[in-house]
């Protein structure tokens, strides 16, 4: 049940993005290595839902929770990253926090 709240704050903070993001897209070079983390847990995300191994998932599942764990504690201690480039960052965060939580529901649901 306390997954459902987090999925439901990350659905309701990801459609609201946008309204707080004015501006150009967040392409700063200051934000370069945070737009790496996020690429990197788009891959990951992507290779976790696509492995029909549940010990590789699960695995892969934990370094992706690490990486977004770091990607969060290096968006609070960065002060040059504007406002409207950190929100855009949080809400791609969230979208593979959201995508991490159904994978996680859908090994727990699936029969080992």
């Known amino acids: 049940m ?3 709240g987090q999925i439901a704050l990350a659905a309701l903070l990801a459609a609201a993005a946008p309204a707080f993001a004015s501006g150009p897209p967040c392409a700063q070079q200051s934000a ?3 737009h790496a983390r996020l690429d990197t847990m788009r891959d990951q995300m992507d290779r976790i839902e696509v ?4 010990a ?4 892969l599942m934990e370094l992706h929770m690490k990486h977004v764990r770091e990607g969060l504690h290096e968006l609070r201690k960065r002060e040059d990253i504007p406002m409207a480039c950190r929100v855009e960052m949080m809400s791609a965060m969230l979208e593979t926090l959201v995508r991490h939580e159904a ?4 090994l727990l649901e699936t029969p080992r």
């Open 2 to 4: 306390r997954h459902t």
């Open 32 to 34: 370069a290595g945070m």
């Open 51 to 54: 492995t029909t191994d549940r």
């Open 103 to 106: 994978v996680a529901q859908e």
């Open 56 to 59: 590789e998932q699960r695995k």
